[in-house]
């Protein structure tokens, strides 16, 4: 019998990954196969899941890499600029070649392209999807979860001949191109550069999944905190993104250190948390770091593991947590939601988010959120009125440090403040299950149903 259904091609450099975008991605996936739609996933090489591989969209890729560096040096030669064009033309074509015997086979009626036309770190395969696009004539929606110029590495291109690739590709103008973005800055960013309207499509989750918990796969976590020093009386805090600097992972470190450096917890020892755990006059209050770290986030968690050597209250669990449960190589692996049923709080601490990802989780999980008010934060998520521990937004430069930053000791003093007064009243329960109800209420799958509808609709339009 013949498949009537219509086909939706999602791409993205990865996918099946526990980074923001590849869980947006199985969001939006497994709504339109809620609307009846037939889905494959196209990725770069460091994926999981992925139903077509295309190698050279990988920005790791060490010649991508240094085309990409070379492309935004605000040093750039005028010699340089010919060969390097050239360079991006040969990769735009691999990777056009290899996109176009997809496209053949499986004929999409719609391409959701993930970052594709917004992200700096691979130009090329702009220039690759969008002559696809339009070759082929398939109604696509370029999804932009981060731009370019939002990075200031990305900002200082200077010459005309690049200044109009960016303008041509990075994101194109087309007849078969409709634009979202993930918050009204970017919107109103977007507009203001190009004059390209788009659609504001937020991070959001499925809140009427069951609850994680904890069960017989994820009950040996219990061993393997105890294994690292966490005993079942002390505090746990979850550090649930990856790992790049613009997740400040190191003021939770801060945070972290400066509670048990200064016993604030003995006064509340014999107390019992809001969730019934109880504490004792040993109890330490540690931070648990589960994400990854990508190519341009090595150096940046060096320096995360070398300003934490002294303190055995941070834990890196990486090696044992993906974004689903499996046996690799004999080694037992836990799911990102796992990690969430053994901890008592979650740490939200970037400096910049496109928007929420890790927020959302938390509420879901209904835990305490420790987040750093970063300015998308304050204009998309704050005003909805979710409930959770300030580290304020001001931060200082760790002089000691290339990629870290710092608070200062006053803020450190009132967020330590506030989160343990907030981790002892049993008044934090309603406070979490109120920040449940805004989530499902207002960033829930319906919400995202919603949108992809009127998305779709308007992709109609095209055809």
């Given amino acids: 019998m013949k498949n009537n259904k219509k086909k939706v091609m999602l791409a993205h450099y990865r996918v099946g990954m526990t980074d923001g975008v590849s869980l947006e991605i199985d969001k939006r996936r497994e709504i339109l196969r809620q609307l009846d739609y037939d889905t494959f996933l196209v990725s770069g090489p460091k994926s999981n899941n992925s139903d077509y591989i295309i190698d050279t969209l990988n920005f790791d890729d060490a010649k991508i890499n240094e085309l990409t560096q070379t492309f935004f040096d605000k040093n750039i030669e005028e010699k340089d600029i010919e060969p390097l064009l050239k360079q991006l033309d040969i990769i735009s074509v691999e990777i056009k070649t290899q996109l176009r015997k997809i496209v053949e086979k499986e004929n999409p009626d719609y391409i959701f392209a993930h970052n594709i036309f917004s ?3 691979h130009i090329a395969a702009s220039k690759a999807f969008l002559e696809i696009i339009e070759e082929f004539k398939i109604p696509t929606l370029g999804m932009h979860h981060d731009f370019y110029f939002e ?22 103008v087309s007849k078969y191109i409709r634009h979202a973005v993930i918050n009204t800055i970017a919107k109103e960013a977007l507009f203001e550069r190009r004059q390209i309207p788009s659609i504001v499509i937020t991070d959001t989750f499925d809140f009427d999944q069951q609850p994680w918990q904890k069960d017989d796969y994820n009950k040996d976590l219990v061993e393997i905190f ?26 939770t470190i801060e945070l972290v250190n400066y509670i048990n450096e200064n016993n604030l917890l003995s006064k509340y020892a014999n107390k019992a948390l809001y969730n019934g755990k109880q504490i004792n006059k040993d109890s330490k209050i540690h931070l648990i770091i589960v994400g990854y770290a990508e190519e341009d986030g090595i150096e940046y968690l060096n320096e995360l593991k070398d300003f934490s050597k002294d303190y055995p209250y941070i834990h890196f669990l990486s ?60 204009t998309d998520i704050k005003p909805f009125g979710y409930n959770y521990i300030s580290l304020g937004d001001k931060y200082i430069d760790n002089i000691a440090y290339k990629e870290l930053k710092s608070l200062n000791i006053e803020q450190l003093c009132k967020t330590s403040d506030n989160l343990l007064k907030c981790l002892f009243k049993k008044e934090t329960n309603d406070l979490i299950e109120e920040n449940f109800k805004i989530g499902r209420e207002f960033h829930s799958f319906t919400s995202l149903k919603n949108n992809l509808k009127e998305v779709l609709y308007k992709l109609n339009e095209i055809k």
Avoid: M
């Fill in 319 to 378: 090696n044992i947590i993906q974004s689903e449960r499996s046996f690799n190589n004999n080694i037992k692996h836990y799911s990102l939601w796992d990690s969430y049923c053994y901890v008592d709080a979650v740490s939200y601490p970037s400096t910049f988010e496109g928007w929420g990802n890790q927020f959302i989780e938390a509420v879901f999980a209904r835990l305490p959120i420790i987040c750093y008010e970063y300015p998308v934060f304050k």
């Fill in 151 to 172: 990075r200031p590495k990305y900002t200082h291109v200077r010459n005309a001949n690049l200044i109009a690739y960016l303008n041509k590709y990075i994101p194109p």
């Fill in 226 to 251: 105890k294994s690292k020093g966490i005993n079942e009386n002390d505090i746990t805090i979850l550090q649930a993104t990856r790992i790049v600097s613009r997740k400040s992972i190191e003021f």
């Fill in 119 to 121: 992200h700096g770190r």
